[in-house]
């Protein structure tokens, strides 16, 4: 069964500094990666969906990676603004019938 | 993009009473998913809805205290029964993208306190 862990567990940086995000993954046949951002007392975002045939995607400051043999994703934001603050969810499946398991997030700060 | 309402939106509830909550989508679909998001957690998933069968459901979570209807294609209700204040938490439902990027569409969510 398929199990997501996200590091760390909060992060803070300066605007303007470039970060990266950390999802890792138990099971290597991962369908899809997808990453998500949740702002306080909000519902879900989608950032980003990896194919497991895909090694990156891109969209606009963002750039999120699947390497499925180490198990790993990241999340690249670039230049961060204060904006950007939220707490970013990794989550994935095994296949488009299985329900997607999210990791418990990374809660990020950008200080002005 | 499929449309997902969830009803109520939130509620505040006495201990020991149970709640309903309703998810409707604007299109058929074979499966649906509930999930739970505790305070300052991430989700969890409670269980998988599956038209015309019994819910599947993850370990940790029961029949009794987490009773899911899926009279049709388009709509589930799950249920917190006996409600205590660990049940404090966002309830959302989810269904499947199926296409040429599959992923998940999510409800709003059902943001229930506990008293």
């Known amino acids: 069964k398929q199990e997501v862990t996200q590091i760390p567990a909060a992060l803070s940086v300066p605007e303007g500094e470039n970060l990266v995000l950390n999802c890792s993954f138990t099971?290597?046949?991962?369908?899809?990666l997808q990453w998500f951002r949740q702002d306080p007392g909000k519902g879900l975002t989608s950032l980003l969906l990896?194919?497991?045939?895909?090694r990156e995607q891109t969209s606009g400051r963002l750039n999120a990676s699947l390497d499925k043999s180490s198990g790993r994703s990241t999340l690249y934001i670039a230049a961060s603004q204060p904006g950007d603050s939220a707490t970013y969810l990794c989550?994935?499946?095994?296949?488009?019938?299985?329900?997607?398991?999210f990791g418990k997030g990374t809660r990020l700060s950008v200080i002005a | 993009s499929a449309v997902i309402s969830q009803k109520p939106s939130r509620d505040i509830c006495q201990r020991g009473t149970s709640l309903t909550i309703q998810c409707q989508v604007d299109?058929?679909?074979?499966?649906m998913f509930w999930y739970r998001q505790q305070p300052g957690q991430s989700l969890t998933l409670i269980a998988t809805?599956?038209?015309?069968?019994?819910?599947?459901?993850e370990s940790g979570f029961v029949i009794d205290k987490f009773p899911i209807s899926r009279p049709n294609l388009t709509f589930s209700t799950l249920t917190v029964s006996n409600m205590s204040p660990e049940d404090s938490s966002i309830y959302l439902c989810?269904?499947?993208?199926?296409?040429?990027?599959?992923?998940?569409?999510f409800g709003p969510g059902t943001r229930l306190t506990v008293l």
């Open positions: 989810s269904v499947p993208k199926r296409g040429a990027t599959d992923t998940q569409y």
């Open positions: 099971d290597s046949a991962i369908y899809n």
């Open positions: 990896i194919q497991s045939s895909q």
């Open positions: 989550a994935g499946h095994n296949s488009g019938n299985t329900p997607l398991v």
């Open positions: 299109s058929q679909v074979t499966m």
């Open positions: 809805a599956n038209q015309g069968s019994e819910a599947t459901y």
